[in-house]
């Protein structure tokens, strides 16, 4: 039998998602915009029978239906993934932060079927099987390779074994399979069965990285949690004599109190620790006068992140102003990400954003540096998609409608006593970018 012929028997068109899901639909007329679009319209994070908020039933389909769509695109018979993000995304499974990168459980997701999951054996895979009853006959034991000394190889053979055997079931065994990430064992154990191993990310990448309503609205509820966090920095938590980590540890409280599932590190950066720019907290005394720069990096609401970056003045509740050289170094910041945001516009592309970022060690060594930088964020900090003067400006890639992103910016000159830096979330919508981290900037610093 042909490729072709073989492969429009076992591949079916990806499903299509109605706007209007069990007969429920917004109507949006009033509003004048899809209700995710907008920041002030927050949904609670609980259920109510009287107002149709995240939708998570249609957020699995949907995420399925983009990567079904993708593997389509990409001419892939299946994807296997390791990586706990994109196990999540295709399987909507969760069981701790500690098991997303360890290569303990995978997913194998069948091209125009329905995805399986390899769960650890115990009683991780009797609560897979209770919380996930869309999973019902699709859960099997996971079988682990890494760290099994001398047993490794036949350990890996195992694991491969068990993910042919799905591949045989859909008639796949003979395509393009897609692997997210595996080691050295693994792809050795794959090769033993002549499987033609691809790489997975790119189609993965471009699921993940274009939104759906419900995980824009996730993103929502995330940004609104770092927003009350940072606002408790500013007017309660922060006064000389505070320790750069006290205020980390009030931030992780508050944050987890939230709502939020794990927080990431939150870099308190104060004083001479703004310039170079140390981005972890220490046990540092606050001063008063210092110029304290504030990253958030936190999981929110189902797995949805928020990553944002204030700059305050510690003492400036208290009377203390901004100086005019310290207001020139915010400006600086924000004028450059707000000039790269604002080509956060459908049509456009990663080139016409960084051509807006000050020049950098982006340019000098050209790599990233992760300052003058915007990158998408979702289920997890860094996807899809990442936006530096390194190579953007020289490959160029599309911007498109219901992208999510965190655009940052830094005055990082050398011989600063202390510096500025920024960021914001933003939606890609179809009128424009949408700022969704509404916590206020310092006021000095805004008027002209």
């Excluded at 939104?211 to 940072?230: F, P, V, W, Y």
């Excluded at 509740?317 to 050289?325: E, Y």
Aim: hydrophobic letters at 40%; a neutral charge.
């Amino acid at each position: 039998m042909a490729k072709t012929e073989q492969m429009t028997k076992t591949k079916k068109a990806p499903a299509q998602v109605s706007p209007s899901v069990n007969g429920s639909r917004l109507d949006t007329s009033f509003i004048g915009q899809p209700h995710e679009w907008d920041p002030r319209r927050l949904y609670s994070q609980t259920a109510a029978d009287w107002q149709y908020r995240v939708d998570f039933d249609r957020l699995r389909k949907e995420r399925l239906a983009k990567l079904q769509e993708q593997m389509v695109a990409q001419d892939l018979g299946a994807l296997v993934l390791f990586a706990g993000a994109n196990i999540r995304y295709a399987t909507a499974s969760y069981q701790g932060n500690w098991k997303y990168n360890i290569n303990i459980r995978y997913a194998v997701v069948p091209n125009g079927g329905e995805p399986v999951l390899f769960e650890t054996a115990g009683s991780d895979l009797q609560c897979a099987k209770i919380d996930l009853p869309w999973m019902e006959g699709r859960i099997r034991p996971a079988i682990t390779w890494q760290w099994a000394e001398g047993a490794v190889p036949y350990m890996a053979g195992r694991m491969a074994d068990s993910v042919v055997e799905v591949l045989k079931e859909n008639g796949l065994a003979k395509e393009n399979i897609g692997i997210d990430n595996l080691d050295m064992p693994a792809l050795e154990a794959f090769q033993k069965h002549g499987l033609k191993i691809v790489n997975g990310w790119p189609a993965v990448s471009k699921a993940r990285v274009v939104k759906t309503r419900d995980e824009i609205e996730l993103l929502k509820q995330a940004s609104s949690i770092g927003d009350a966090a940072m606002w408790r920095i500013k007017y309660e938590w922060l006064k000389p004599g505070v320790r750069e980590r006290e205020i980390e540890s009030k931030v992780h409280e508050f944050m987890l109190e939230r709502g939020c599932e794990i927080i990431y590190d939150i870099i308190v950066a104060s004083g001479g620790n703004t310039s170079p720019y140390r981005r972890w907290a220490t046990d540092k005394l606050i001063r008063q006068g210092d110029l304290v720069i504030v990253d958030i990096n936190a999981v929110g609401p189902s797995g949805y992140f928020i990553d944002f970056v204030r700059c305050f003045k510690c003492g400036g509740a208290q009377g203390m102003k901004m100086t005019q050289k310290e207001i020139d170094l915010y400006r600086e910041v924000y004028d450059s990400m707000y000039a790269g945001l604002e080509k956060l516009r459908p049509g456009n592309t990663t080139a016409d954003v960084a051509a807006a970022f000050p020049e950098y060690d982006d340019d000098k060594y050209g790599t990233v540096t992760l300052q003058q930088f915007a990158h998408s964020i979702g289920i997890t900090l860094y996807e899809g998609m990442w936006i530096s003067r390194a190579y953007s400006l020289k490959y160029p890639a599309e911007i498109k409608e219901n992208m999510y992103f965190a655009i940052e910016t830094f005055a990082g000159h050398p011989k600063l006593e202390q510096t500025a830096r920024l960021e914001e979330n933003v939606l890609v919508s179809a009128k424009g970018p949408v700022v969704f981290t509404r916590m206020e900037h310092m006021e000095e610093a805004m008027k002209r």
